[in-house]
């Protein structure tokens, strides 16, 4: 059974369009994140949501807006996509807290942006 | 801004060697840390992780943490082809706040020669 799976993998699309990743895990964790990974291999947290609640945004452009209709579920809407988006995203869940809050990632997205 | 440091690489260790793999941080608020592989193309994948000062040993692998002097370690005994990947230090960002927060080092890419 798949922990975290995302979908699509491979996402090509030209500037300016609007896409979705979507992200669903099954491991009852509380927690899911977005990432970033850019060329460089650097992976930075852009959202988490706890139970359906934003808990970490982090200086990311409005353009990008997650969603989590449950907590088994957070999606990633990107309007008017840029070149500098290009990268790999990954979804990652967990259970915060001191000595449980391990996350298990997703296979990711890669995302190009003609 | 919070942040961790780790060489980049490529390491090169010959088959049957120790691999050590080093990493700072600048928070002395952090509680967690965490060592995850990535292989090339895919998602991290966590080997380790340490929340006290000292060792801790899981099979190949020894986390060593040390506190005072802001530095996390991975010794990998018998290095095998196999650990050839990229080694990803995070450390949470958010103190005792348990939002779930991971900060990710740039990773170590290990090179084990057969």
Same mark, same amino acid.
């Given at each position: 059974?798949?922990?975290? &799976?995302?979908?699509?993998?491979?996402?090509?699309?030209?500037?300016? /369009?609007?896409?979705? @990743?979507?992200? $669903?895990?099954?491991?009852?964790?509380?927690?899911?994140?977005?990432y970033?990974q850019? &060329?460089?291999k650097f992976l930075k947290i852009?959202?988490?949501?706890? /139970?359906?609640?934003? @808990?970490?945004? $982090?200086?990311?452009?409005?353009?990008?807006?997650?969603?989590?209709?449950?907590?088994?579920?957070?999606?990633?809407?990107?309007?008017?996509?840029?070149?500098?988006?290009?990268?790999?995203?990954?979804?990652?869940?967990?259970?915060?807290?001191?000595?449980?809050?391990?996350?298990?990632?997703?296979?990711?997205?890669?995302?190009?942006?003609? | 801004?919070?942040?961790v440091?780790q060489?980049?690489?490529?390491?090169?260790?010959?088959?049957?060697?120790?691999?050590?793999?080093?990493?700072?941080?600048?928070?002395?608020?952090?509680?967690?840390?965490f060592?995850y592989?990535?292989?090339?193309?895919?998602?991290p994948?966590?080997?380790?992780?340490?929340?006290?000062?000292?060792?801790?040993?899981?099979?190949?692998?020894?986390?060593?943490?040390?506190?005072?002097?802001?530095?996390?370690?991975?010794?990998?005994?018998?290095?095998?082809?196999?650990?050839?990947?990229?080694?990803l230090c995070a450390v949470?960002?958010?103190?005792?706040?348990?939002?779930?927060?991971l900060i990710f080092g740039q990773g170590?890419?290990?090179?084990?020669?057969?």
């Open positions: 059974d798949t922990a975290v &799976s995302q979908t699509p993998k491979y996402l090509v699309t030209q500037m300016g /369009n609007d896409k979705s @990743i979507k992200c $669903e895990q099954n491991l009852g964790h509380d927690t899911m994140y977005w970033k850019d &060329s460089k852009m959202f988490s949501y706890n /139970n359906k609640e934003l @808990i970490i945004n $982090e200086t990311v452009p409005n353009r990008f807006s997650p969603k989590s209709p449950d907590k088994a579920h957070l999606n990633l809407h990107i309007n008017s996509l840029e070149l500098g988006d290009s990268a790999v995203y990954f979804c990652a869940s967990s259970y915060p807290g001191f000595g449980t809050d391990t996350q298990y990632f997703g296979p990711g997205t890669r995302l190009t942006v003609l | 801004q919070k942040e440091e060489n980049s690489g490529p390491l090169s260790v010959p088959e049957g060697a120790i691999a050590s793999l080093n990493c700072t941080y600048s928070d002395r608020g952090s509680q967690s840390f060592w592989r990535q292989y090339s193309g895919k998602s994948e966590l080997i380790m992780f340490i929340y006290s000062n000292g060792d801790k040993e899981d099979g190949r692998f020894t986390a060593q943490l040390n506190k005072a002097s802001q530095y996390v370690s991975l010794l990998i005994r018998d290095s095998q082809p196999s650990d050839s990947a990229t080694y949470n960002g958010d103190g005792s706040s348990n939002t779930g927060k170590t890419t290990l090179q084990v020669k057969p």
